[in-house]
């Protein structure tokens, strides 16, 4: 134990961490603040670019401070502040040695860490060359994949991507990664991310983000630096874009922007908003549903068909004053996108068996979206902490689109013919803003936190329906007009006062009111084009209003030792769900609901390299007012939809297992996750299929239409099971990835009255090796199998078992004097699906440039895409109503000259 004597009157705690070899100064290393004598209170700092760190405000107590490194010794001081202020002054770290065998091992390249709940990535572990980007870099991580679908991390989706503990691009992870520089980082942490509110606390308060941090490398984090480029081909295909970044201390600055028409495309699920909630899709019949395998989750992904695409941002981070931090960001998009599809659809029914509906759509688009987001930290004194998030979107879309669609028997007998065509304009805007303000009292573990947030979003649209639906023995055409208005408002509120039981524990208790208003209005009219009058029609018009009514209350208790916490709460809540039709006819629904909502979760540290964690939660979720409104959608006449103000909330149970190991002498690393998920009331879709002219809930339904709506229904469950594996490869000098993955999923739906039990089985296996060897040269080839199995309780002759296989490898050589080679080879193959879609697809791209000026700045490239000419989309879609394949519009073979220049101006 050290003593050291105070030099100021206000308490901090400072110092300076340095190479001891060179003296230079090391960045984002990871110090620990403890105190002695409750566990409880643990802070933590990362180095800044001067290698400076600072605590602050402290109490006069006994301390410990751990300080880590990757490659370098970790070192623990304990000392003791009493009235003021202590500055550390410089603390060395020096280069670690491990002897193996004989053989001294001088800062051994750590591929990955568990570092309690983070799991942490050595960058230098991993050769790239040097224009890579942080998702080239990610992609040869255990237990990281990247693909159209988006980044995930243990089977999650990643929702947030922080620079250096900086928000970077909101929530876009992909568009952050894509326009990160490999060069520039030292670490990468992931790591699942409470609330503002509950890093406070340290109570789960269940809405946690699965969290990417980018940890910046020294000497890399001060200048300039992007890429900017353009390319053209001879058919008037052309992309052009680029990212430039000037980080200088706290303030990090970077832009963003691309133009082109060969499908790359940034997008949020923000952005698709306008497209996917537009009126001119066609409206496709069936219900809620994915694929098998595991459904479809979408956040962050590609349209299909073929886009143009125009996009810019930017983002901000710095640190105004000691106390004002602020971080934000712009996202401009406008996108044009043209989908062709073929569907080929055989419905589950016992009544009408092998009912098979074919489809062949036309459908255009154009997006705009405008979208900000803000976060400003006010430390107004040492014990009190404000925080504002506002956030804000404007969208405006316009579709267009044509379909034919017709209704067969299984013996190939006529039913229903459909020619249909939508024309739509929608526009709307979604603000919400969070302030947050925090206390800290002067007892240890007593503090007191409340969040106000509001949001408000507006969205009106128009559309236009022209259809000629032919039967056996009728045509109905129909030609009409629609206006649609929805606005809701939203304010809610939590407060949670912690207060310290004995030394090891804590007590919480919180109350959460909420409040939702949302209306929702819908004109349609019947026009006449002979006598040039419009007739409203009453079945197609509906104005109706939601109000939801929350509120939560409970108490938790949470426990910390050195290698052991805890953390259970139980909440009480009580809601209110009362929706009011006031046309056609008048119609009230008033409902309430009391539910017990616990929470639980456990930690346990065997050593610093491996961890388990166990976590219940459960939450309430309330129908939104489109499936309330009780009004027909009819953009297809054959497929109907329909509210149910009848809705109940459904109630959510997750349990989930997940254990994380890793050998640094070794550099390996170990993950498992197990994860159920059951839910109550589950909202799903009742069919009918009208087997003749008839009127369902005062609907007439000629014989073939589809009608769906929602209902709630018990028995909905899922299970998740995950390994991953990752080890060096050393004769290779490459590093190998192993997972292994089930995931099963129990799906009720009503069909004709019926009840329907879809249960998806789905193996999965995959294989990663990605090259270790230097700049010079980057490959990464992998493999990934999935079986499907697919059981129906009706229709069981519509039970299906089928492989798909996606196979690649991708090569990056720099060969001879600023030449360079790439090249991607894909394979994604279907067996078991049906006649015409098992298929094997090859898609091949590659490339021959030249780099040159100074650091190989610019290069001039050639680039061949889908040499073959085989690129295709297939899909296989699998719901409680039908099995779907569908074939859509994709680019096929093009060429591109492109320029790239790449900044590389570091301090």
Do not use: C
């Amino acid at each position: 134990m050290i003593s050291i004597s105070a030099t100021a009157q206000q308490r901090s705690i400072s110092g300076i961490v340095l190479d001891s070899a060179n003296k230079s100064p090391l960045i984002g290393v990871s110090i620990r603040l403890l105190q002695a004598r409750d566990s409880l209170n643990q802070r933590g700092t990362v180095t800044d670019t001067d290698g400076k760190f600072n605590f602050s405000p402290v109490r006069s107590t006994h301390y410990t401070l751990v300080i880590s490194y990757v490659g370098y010794t970790s070192r623990e001081i304990k000392f003791e502040v009493n009235d003021g202020s202590v500055d550390l002054g410089t603390i060395s770290l020096g280069e670690s040695s491990t002897m193996l065998n004989g053989v001294v091992v001088q800062g051994a390249s750590i591929q990955v860490e568990q570092k309690g709940d983070t799991i942490q990535y050595n960058a230098n572990a991993f050769k790239v060359t040097r224009d890579a980007t942080a998702e080239d870099l990610i992609g040869k991580m255990p237990g990281i994949t990247s693909d159209n679908t988006g980044i995930k991390a243990q089977g999650e989706a990643v929702q947030k991507v922080l620079v250096d503990g900086k928000e970077f691009f909101g929530d876009d992870a992909t568009l952050a990664m894509k326009n990160l520089p490999a060069e520039i980082i030292e670490k990468v942490e992931v790591f699942d991310r409470m609330s503002e509110q509950s890093q406070l606390t340290g109570f789960d308060d269940g809405q946690t983000q699965k969290t990417i941090n980018i940890v910046t490398r020294k000497g890399r984090n001060q200048g300039v630096f992007g890429r900017l480029y353009a390319g053209v081909s001879n058919d008037g295909l052309y992309a052009t874009g680029g990212n430039v970044n000037s980080f200088k201390g706290a303030r990090k600055l970077s832009v963003i922007g691309q133009s082109n028409n060969v499908n790359q495309q940034n997008f949020s699920n923000e952005d698709l908003l306008g497209v996917m909630g537009s009126s001119g899709g066609g409206n496709r019949g069936g219900g809620r549903g994915g694929r098998g395998g595991g459904g479809n989750n979408f956040s962050i992904g590609q349209q299909s068909g073929i886009s143009t695409t125009h996009a810019v941002g930017l983002n901000y981070i710095d640190e105004w004053s000691k106390k004002i931090k602020v971080s934000g960001s712009y996202f401009f998009n406008n996108t044009i996108n043209e989908r062709l599809s073929v569907i080929d659809r055989q419905y589950i029914t016992s009544r009408d068996s092998g009912l098979v509906y074919q489809e062949d759509s036309r459908a255009n688009n154009r997006n705009f979206n405008h979208r900000a987001n803000f976060r400003l930290e006010y430390q107004i004194d040492s014990v009190n902490t404000l925080i504002l998030t506002p956030r804000f979107s404007f969208q405006n879309n316009n579709a267009r689109s044509r379909l034919f669609g017709n209704y067969e028997s299984q013996s190939d007998a006529f039913e229903r013919a459909l020619d249909n065509a939508n024309r739509s304009e929608n526009e709307g805007y979604n603000f919400a803003n969070s302030i947050l303000f925090r206390h800290r009292f002067a007892k240890r573990g007593r503090s007191l936190s409340v969040n106000v947030t509001t949001e408000m979003n507006q969205s009106d649209g128009n559309g236009i329906l022209s259809s000629t639906d032919v039967s056996v023995d009728t045509t109905m055409i129909v030609n009409q007009n629609s206006d649609n208005t929805s606005e809701s408002y939203v304010i809610s509120s939590s407060i949670d006062y912690t207060e310290p039981v004995g030394k090891r524990g804590q007590i919480q208790i919180s109350y959460s009111p909420s409040f939702r208003k949302s209306d929702s209005d819908k004109l349609t009219y019947n026009n006449d084009p002979e006598s040039n009058t419009q007739t409203l029609d009453s079945l197609l018009t509906n104005t109706f209003d939601n109000t939801y009514i929350n509120q939560r209350g409970g108490i938790g208790y949470r426990y910390n030792v050195k290698k052991f916490n805890f953390n259970s709460t139980v909440n009480f809540q009580h809601a209110q769900l009362k929706s009011d039709q006031l046309f056609p006819y008048e119609a009230s629904v008033d409902r309430s609901f009391t539910n017990v909502v616990p929470q639980f979760s456990m930690n346990y540290k065997f050593t610093n390299t491996r961890n388990i964690r166990v976590q219940y939660r459960s939450s309430s979720n309330a129908p939104s007012i489109s499936q309330l409104q009780n009004v027909v959608d009819n953009r297809n006449p054959l497929f109907l939809r329909t509210g149910n103000p009848n809705l109940a909330q459904d109630f959510n149970q997750n349990i989930s297992v997940r254990y994380g190991s890793s050998n640094i002498e070794k550099s390996t690393s170990l993950l498992m996750l197990v994860n159920a998920n059951f839910v109550n009331d589950y909202i799903t879709n009742t069919s009918i299929i009208a087997g003749n002219d008839t009127t369902v809930n005062d609907i007439p339904l000629a014989r073939g239409t589809q009608l769906s709506y929602p209902v709630n229904v018990d028995g909905y469950y899922s299970l998740r099971g995950l390994v991953t594996y990752g080890f060096p490869l050393k004769v290779l000098k490459s590093n190998m990835n192993v997972s292994s993955g089930i995931n099963f999923n129990n799906q009720p739906a009503l069909i004709n009255q019926q009840r329907n039990v879809a249960k998806n089985y789905a193996l999965n296996q995959s294989v990663v090796l990605s090259s270790n060897i230097n700049e010079r040269i980057d490959f990464t080839v992998s493999t990934n199998a999935n079986y499907t199995i697919v059981k129906n309780s009706l229709q069981r002759q519509a039970n299906n078992n089928y492989w798909n296989f996606v196979s690649s490898a991708r090569l990056n050589w720099l060969f001879w004097k600023g030449f360079v080679f790439t090249t991607n080879v894909s394979n994604n193959a279907y067996l078991g699906l049906s006649a015409g879609l098992d298929q094997s697809i090859w898609y091949w791209n590659a490339g021959l440039g030249y780099k040159f000026l100074k650091n190989e700045a610019l290069e001039v490239k050639f680039n061949a895409f889908d040499i073959l000419n085989r690129n295709n989309s297939i899909r296989r879609e699998i719901t409680e109503t039908y099995i779907e394949d569908s074939q859509v519009n994709v680019l096929q073979r093009y060429y591109l000259l492109t320029v790239t220049y790449r900044l590389s101006q570091f301090k």
